[in-house]
């Protein structure tokens, strides 16, 4: 195994370069990690690729995460696609009278799901989209 240099630091600063540019981290990560694997050994890189995938997917920690995350995009897809956030959004907006009070509202409901920040930002989101737009509060403020 060689020695840590300065070159270690290229794939990460790369991934950096080309999210800010591209606007698309997957890619970017992709091909960092595709740059990483040409400098480690550049006649291999498919080979390194498939079998370092194969052992970061064995990893129990690993395969858990993307079973739970898999599963809360699923649990609030249901929710949208069955009509249940719409419902609690005209819920909502019963009481929701101004921009304070559907902010604090947001707050509120972000508080009471914090079971996952994940699952937290998808619901508490796809839940007040609707009704931060009604009062035009900005996505970022949601």
Partial sequence: MQEPSALSLLPPVLVVV???FLRRPILSLL???L???AMLGPTAILSNFAD??????QDETIAWLILVCGAFG???ALLVRTGGASAFAELALKFAKGQRSSLLMTFVLGVIIFID???NALTVG???KRI???FKISREML
């Fill in 132 to 134: 931060t737009d009604k």
């Fill in 74 to 76: 699923a649990l609030i």
């Fill in 18 to 20: 080309l999210a800010v």
């Fill in 52 to 57: 370092i995938s194969l052992k970061v997917m």
């Fill in 31 to 33: 091909v960092g990690a």
């Fill in 117 to 119: 920040d994940y699952l």
């Fill in 126 to 128: 796809e839940t007040m």
């Fill in 35 to 37: 740059f990483g694997l």
